[in-house]
């Protein structure tokens, strides 16, 4: 879930395409750290949080050092970066997912000076969401500001049901150690009047009242504590106003009070730094920091020398700016910068025009599409092959936020240039009820033959249904027609012709599991998936299911998964059948020596996979294996995506070559061979983007 180092480039510049909601720390010694989130098209799945540092007191920052990141079926947001009493950088990031619990999550740090940032494990800290710096109280007590939202865990319409808080109790929540992080515990919580994102900090007194000030449609409200933070009472407005946006406030060195608003605003303008030198009763001077719109979210913190360095955001889909600024007391009392220490409006990081970077690959690789420059929220699965005039045809997943959706239909992109170019991304197949998959391109055939499939998203892919269309040129295709011999109820896979000319396609399907009342829930609960294989000895004409392959064995496939099959002859009538094993940590293997028509029983391979696909291909007498030879399963260890070679019917793999770099996060490889070329072709995704590679048979042979 965190990124460091060479990881996190993938996360730099030129792969944003908006930028907003900062944050800012500073160690004794002088490095600035900045966090904000970005990652897909706006406040959505897919966002991510980077992480940039400088040694030059602001005047250049680094790309990403780190990012946390949960994938593209889940929001990494709102982040916070903190350093706690003993020195230690705190970095707190939100989840939110349809999947996963919605929660706050941290790292720490413990040398934020050193050449090389060494993280601990990400570890959770509670539910929902936290954005603001936690307060050390003068008894030692850390106090976290973490809510529940009151109407419920969403920001966009986009975001899925299942996003929506499950929490009993939704207050503006304070979480309390007393043993300098190792452990939290929730105290109370403050239900001020019209409070939305919360966006909460608090403020000891002097007379040892904690004062907590929450976001609110009418600007900012607030509540008090005077038993550390168990209770709440007084919850009302504040009477500082606003924009109902998120502000700062934090005790100086001083003992002063530095509040950062929105000061005499027409919307989100006039970001204003004030000094309360009475506890908060009233407000003096007024610095303007950037009187501009938008602008907005300011973070801060004090260098021992007092200089304040705050931070904020600008146009974050416009302009696309992090700024921060360095005032001083004596500034703000004065509403101009009259320190030799002042300084306005200096850049941390600008977006220019979007051009996602090449993301870690070791051989020259071509951007097939880019799902964010096309306005879609991703683009999936891509399904790769050489149509009859030469030219390139290749299928996505995409539509909706995630999948399964009904709102899923299946996208298409050509090159006429052997892979150099591509085609606009352009829709192919929907369906005005149904979810749509395009999984298999069939081209050993009179004509290509595309795999259609349509599925009701409620009950995940329960009821798929697996059709076919035909296109005799690519631009044309015809209306899809149900899989004949009635097997449509399957996902079919990448298909092969046989020896003794039989077609085989390696197909799964969904079982009920421990229950009929087949909903997304129990689906996501249970994935009950067998194996098989579709054979026809015909050309199509009909098919044949052969093979029911489920888990069982040692040792047992945590959910019963056995999906994603492939397949491929090793020699003729002997058949290899590998596939996804969710849980395990490797691929597991059947074997059919019948052309496909019966099979040995399952077995784990020594193969390691985190639960992803993978992709067969023969070349000569040598089978070539493409997947992620990671042995921890997730969504964050789909690295390391390698092409593996065998001459000895996968009992060895004499040949591993790596396409990308230690850590990338690349998957779901779709290939086939093309002995006139002599080169593999190999379409890849990171759920964003997706690529072309293609290697030569001489290094794959060598």
Wanted: include cysteine; charged fraction near 20%; aromatic fraction near 10%.
């Amino acid at each position: 879930m965190l990124y460091t180092c060479e990881n996190a480039r993938q996360f730099g510049p030129e792969y944003r395409k908006w930028q907003g909601i900062p944050g800012i720390e500073r160690t004794a010694k002088g490095r600035l750290f900045a966090v904000w989130y970005s990652g897909n098209v706006g406040e959505r799945l897919g966002n991510f949080c980077p992480l940039a540092q400088s040694d030059d007191d602001g005047q250049t920052w680094t790309d990403p050092v780190a990012a946390a990141y949960a994938g593209e079926q889940a929001r990494a947001y709102d982040p916070c970066i903190w350093i706690d009493p003993q020195g230690r950088l705190w970095f707190f990031w939100s989840v939110m997912s349809p999947k996963l619990d919605n929660a706050v999550y941290a790292a720490v740090c413990d040398d934020p000076d050193a050449d090389t940032l060494e993280w601990g494990e990400a570890r959770y800290i509670g539910a929902e969401v936290m954005m603001n710096k936690p307060t050390v109280l003068r008894n030692g007590d850390w106090l976290l500001p973490v809510a529940v939202w009151r109407d419920g865990v969403t920001v966009t319409v986009q975001l899925d049901k299942g996003c929506v808080t499950q929490a009993a109790q939704r207050l503006s929540f304070v979480y309390r150690s007393r043993d300098n992080g190792e452990t939290f515990e929730r105290l109370g919580g403050a239900d001020v009047p019209e409070r939305g994102f919360d966006e909460h900090m608090v403020v000891e007194k002097n007379d040892g009242t904690l004062w907590m000030l929450v976001r609110t449609g009418y600007g900012i409200g607030q509540a008090f504590s005077r038993d550390g933070g168990a209770t709440w009472e007084g919850e009302g407005d504040s009477g500082l106003g606003g924009p109902c946006s998120r502000f700062h406030i934090r005790r100086l060195q001083s003992g002063n009070l530095l509040l950062i608003n929105h000061v005499n605003f027409d919307g989100r303008n006039n970001l204003t730094a004030l000094l309360s030198r009475d506890d908060g009763a009233s407000w003096e001077g007024g610095l303007l920091l950037d009187g501009r719109r938008p602008v907005s979210y300011p973070d801060a913190v004090q260098a021992p020398d007092g200089t304040i360095y705050a931070i904020y955001d600008r146009e974050r889909s416009g302009a696309k700016e992090i700024l921060m600024a360095k005032f001083t007391e004596e500034d703000i009392l004065a509403g101009k910068h009259v320190s030799e220490l002042g300084q306005r409006m200096k850049m941390v990081t600008k977006l220019g025009e979007y051009s996602p970077r090449d993301p870690g690959f070791l051989r020259p690789a071509n951007l097939m599409n880019d799902a964010p420059a096309a306005g879609l929220h991703y683009a999936r699965e891509p399904v790769l092959r050489r149509m009859p005039d030469g030219s390139l045809f290749c299928v996505f997943l995409t539509g909706g936020t995630g999948e399964p959706q009904n709102e899923n239909y299946a996208a298409a992109t050509r090159s006429f240039d052997d892979g150099e170019t591509w085609t606009k991304l352009a829709p192919l197949f929907k369906h005005s009820k149904r979810g749509v998959w395009a999984t298999e391109l069939f081209t050993g055939g009179e004509q290509p033959c595309l795999f259609v499939h349509t599925y009701n998203a409620e009950t995940g892919y329960y009821e798929i249904k697996a059709h076919r269309s035909f296109s005799t040129d690519g631009a044309a295709w015809s209306d899809p027609v149900s899989v004949p011999g009635g097997h449509s109820n399957v996902s079919v896979r990448q298909g092969i012709a046989l020896s003794n000319g039989d077609w085989l396609f390696p197909v799964y399907w969904q079982v009920s599991g421990n229950t009929w009342e087949m909903t997304l829930e129990t689906f996501n609960a249970t994935k009950h998936f067998h194996s098989g294989a579709l054979i026809s000895d015909n050309q199509g004409e009909n098919f044949q299911l052969c093979g029911d392959l489920r888990p069982g064995g040692e040792p047992a496939v945590p959910l019963n998964r056995l999906w994603e099959p492939n397949c491929v002859e090793a020699e003729p009538g002997h058949v290899i059948m590998l596939m996804r094993a969710s849980g395990t940590g490797f691929l597991y293997r059947s074997d059919s020596f019948d052309y496909g028509r019966t099979w040995t029983s399952p077995a784990a391979t020594d193969i390691p996979s985190p639960g992803t696909k993978l992709s067969l291909a023969k070349i000569g007498d040598r089978i070539v294996l493409a997947h992620n030879p990671n042995p921890t399963d997730g969504w964050d260890y789909r690295t390391d995506l390698s092409v593996w070679v065998s001459d000895d019917s996968m009992e060895t793999w004499k040949t591993k070559i790596p396409l990308v770099a230690p850590g990338v996060r690349m998957f779901y490889p779709h290939m086939f061979a093309d002995d006139e070329k002599q080169t593999l072709y190999l379409a890849c995704e990171n759920a964003r983007q997706s690529y072309l590679l293609k290697i030569p048979y001489a290094d794959i042979i060598s």
